[in-house]
């Protein structure tokens, strides 16, 4: 090999070598983007997550916001959507809008919320009652709430967790009876000793 060819193979080497590194770089500097966004959405979504749970653990669970029966419920894309900050606009145009929704919700007329209409219907009950005929007596007394049979379920169980109501289990069923007043304040007193 002559060192003209020794030499022109040496350069082409250097220059693939020096646009690989540029393109490492590049990418690298993509990738180190990428993760600064991600720490900022998943810094806003443990907010969102710490403010959930102080409301839920701090709020009277008969004053918590009811989604509408009409409003769409969030996918979690959207949740994540709805909680990254918009583009900026003039703080005069989000304080209205705040001022509008705030406005809107105290207008609406307030529904019980779904777990205080299933407290009341197991109140009046002294035997344990499945889901399903939970949610058929909710639909006949509540004829404008259309709750999904999974949404019964997911409240009852969210009751269960909280002490409230209790579950039992024959054979393949599931069934839910109010908790006594007595066992209710020492299940509230252990979960606030956690």
Do not use: F
């Not at 060819?5 to 490492?24: I, K, W």
């Not at 900022?40 to 102080?54: H, P, S, W, Y």
């Not at 900050?85 to 929704?101: I, R, V």
């Amino acid at each position: 090999m002559s060192s003209h060819s020794a030499g022109t193979l040496r350069a082409r080497y250097v220059d693939q070598a020096a646009s690989d590194l540029e393109e490492n770089r590049q990418r690298q500097r993509e990738l180190a983007e990428k993760i600064a966004m991600l720490k900022q959405e998943e810094g806003l979504l443990v907010d969102i997550l710490a403010l959930a749970e102080r409301y839920e653990g701090a709020a009277d669970p008969s004053r918590l916001p009811e989604q509408a029966q009409d409003e769409p419920a969030l996918t979690p894309a959207k949740r994540v959507a709805k909680a990254t900050p918009a583009p900026a606009t003039s703080t005069k145009a989000a304080s209205t809008s705040k001022n509008t929704a705030r406005a809107d919700v105290k207008g609406k007329s307030r529904q019980p919320l779904l777990g205080d209409i299933l407290l009341e219907l197991l109140g009046t009950h002294d035997e344990p009652r499945p889901a399903k005929e939970l949610r058929d007596e909710l639909l006949e007394k509540h004829p404008n709430r259309t709750p999904t049979p999974q949404v019964v379920r997911n409240t009852l169980e969210s009751l269960v967790a909280k002490g409230r109501i209790r579950r039992h289990k024959q054979q393949r069923s599931v069934m839910y009876t109010l908790v006594e007043p007595a066992r209710r304040r020492t299940a509230a007193a252990e979960a606030d000793a956690d």
